[in-house]
């Protein structure tokens, strides 16, 4: 393990003798900081806390006063302020191996996944030999989707800690985690039998037994960890998974119920309790737990499946239709938005980048986007179209061009530019040049659905209805926006059940957007849909 930062603050300074406290207060910052490091091998952290804001509130950009502080917070259990502390000492040395750790791991602490993947990758890279930066790293890049980087990583530690069990495990449960649950579950047996009390092996363990399909042996590690930690909410969930998978209805509508009494909004106890009682045919309790469900999460795809199953064995066959077809039509949206979107780990390095264009390192980001998400090197032109889309995400609008015109000059076939830039001419009303754009992407790549679909905010725009509902439509379409046009424009051609359906499409996929529903609750007013606004409600507050 790493050594404590007290004592690598220590030997740099292993000259120092001791002094008399009686003396005269030292003069120059490095006595100050001289006397604050020998209270602090004293003991005397109070002090030596102390002598450190003076000196700090005197020369604020003082690293070394900056890390010692932090470990003497850290020390003391005063992690907030340790992590404060540890924060400025690095935004004055963005390159101090110690600091890029420490804060590293307060970021992976605190929820920062990308941060934390950020800070810890450029801590191996300055010190390629500590294995536990590539073990944090590798959880750091797994809680961040990025499951390919965390094997990387997790493979760069195994190299130098190869007798360690708990790299092992880790090993082990990023190979479950990334589809190889054979190998996954070989290598997390090995840690077990080295030692089997690590920190949640057994529900490791059960967790690569249910990928594998030996529901026997995951119901058996199911039941160790939940003896060794019976609030668990993970385990809970394997528990219930296992009976699920098993058809053990009764038992897993159990471990959901105390899932629900642990956090009453979990999503995915919700729709399992719901699925529980429809199969054990509580259909109304069914009906109740899955709108319960729906009021918070209404772009669930599967609760609307089950919704549907409810209200046909209750005999309600307008409404089992009504939720039929809105789950056939989230289906398709979700095919097509998962293509369009990438993997979750295309996301996360999306999210990396919109950080590196933030705060101005562009070409932190193009490096970034060069490769996708397995490593593979990209075209050419994609990279800068993809910084691109970012700038004008973020506003950015002449650079966003600039990025844009650059993608192309270097690959006029990248799909992508030629979209944004009739997106910035949609922005000012200059239909003819968007409708240019788009089209012309279209005819590069038929299936770029963003394509489609501004060109079809182009038809609305001109009021070609028929020509705006079809490239609509076809686009598969999960934004609010394109799918409150479709709303208007199916009403435009007399079609209330097609405009009735997108309404409530729209009003799921738009339910933290507050301008957006009250969008929709003035169009469905403007054409007397009263009875929709009712229901849109109902299901926003049951």
Request: charge should be negative; charged fraction near 25%; aromatic fraction near 8%.
């Amino acid at each position: 393990m790493k050594v404590p930062l007290t004592a690598l603050i220590a030997a740099a300074f292993s000259t120092v003798s001791a002094v008399a406290w009686t003396q005269p207060p030292p003069s120059t910052p490095q006595a100050q900081f001289r006397q604050a490091l020998e209270l602090s091998q004293h003991g005397e952290t109070d002090k030596a806390l102390d002598a450190l804001n003076k000196l700090l509130g005197a020369h604020p950009n003082y690293v070394s006063a900056w890390k010692l502080k932090g470990s003497l917070l850290d020390d003391a259990g005063r992690q907030n302020q340790a992590a404060e502390a540890y924060l400025k000492g690095l935004n004055l040395a963005p390159s101090d191996p110690d600091l890029l750790y420490k804060v590293g791991l307060y970021q992976l602490v605190a929820g920062d996944r990308v941060r934390a993947a950020e800070l810890l990758g450029h801590y191996v890279h300055l010190q390629p030999r500590d294995g536990d930066g590539w073990f944090y790293l590798a959880q750091a890049y797994h809680l961040a989707n990025r499951d390919d980087r965390a094997l990387s990583a997790i493979r760069a530690c195994l190299k130098l800690k190869t007798s360690d069990p708990a790299v092992w495990q880790k090993y082990g449960e990023l190979l479950v985690s990334s589809g190889d649950g054979e190998n996954g579950f070989a290598w997390l047996q090995k840690a077990y039998h080295a030692n089997p009390r690590l920190p949640r092996i057994d529900y490791d363990l059960g967790v690569a037994s249910l990928d594998r399909m030996d529901f026997k042996s995951a119901e058996q590690f199911a039941q160790t960890a939940a003896a060794a930690h019976p609030g668990d909410i993970n385990v809970l969930h394997l528990q219930a998974s296992v009976d699920v998978k098993l058809s053990r209805w009764l038992e897993a509508l159990a471990a959901y119920q105390k899932i629900l009494d642990l956090n009453s909004t979990d999503s995915d106890a919700l729709l399992g309790f719901g699925r529980c009682q429809l199969e054990l045919k509580q259909f109304r309790n069914a009906i109740d737990a899955l709108k319960r469900l729906l009021s918070a999460d209404p772009a669930n795809i599967l609760a609307h499946y089950y919704l549907s199953r409810a209200y046909s064995a209750v005999g309600d066959t307008a409404e089992a239709g009504h939720q039929a077809e809105l789950h056939q039509k989230m289906v398709e949206q979700s095919s097509f938005a998962s293509s369009a979107l990438g993997s979750e780990q295309d996301r996360a390095v999306w999210s990396q980048a919109r950080k590196m264009v933030q705060d101005g390192h562009e070409e932190q980001a193009l490096t970034l986007f060069r490769h996708d998400a397995k490593g593979a090197s990209v075209s050419p032109g994609q990279s800068y179209f993809l910084v691109g889309a970012l700038d004008l995400y973020l506003g950015k609008q002449s650079d966003g061009l600039r990025n844009l015109h650059r993608a192309l000059e270097l690959d006029p076939k990248v799909r992508g530019p030629r979209t944004y830039l009739g997106i910035v001419d949609l922005q000012t009303n200059k239909l003819d040049d968007a409708e240019k754009e788009f089209t012309a992407e279209i005819a590069n790549d038929p299936n770029y659905q963003v394509a489609v679909a501004e060109l079809g905010v182009v038809r609305y725009r001109q009021e070609r209805w028929a020509e705006a509902a079809d490239q609509l439509s076809r686009s598969h379409t999960r934004s609010p926006a394109l799918l409150l046009s479709l709303c208007d424009t199916y009403f435009h051609l007399g079609k209330v059940k097609e405009a009735d359906l997108t309404a409530e499409l729209a009003a799921a996929y738009a339910r933290d957007d507050p301008a957006t529903i009250d969008s929709l609750a003035a169009l469905l007013t403007r054409n007397g849909q009263t009875e929709m606004i009712q229901r849109l409600s109902t299901t926003a507050h049951p």
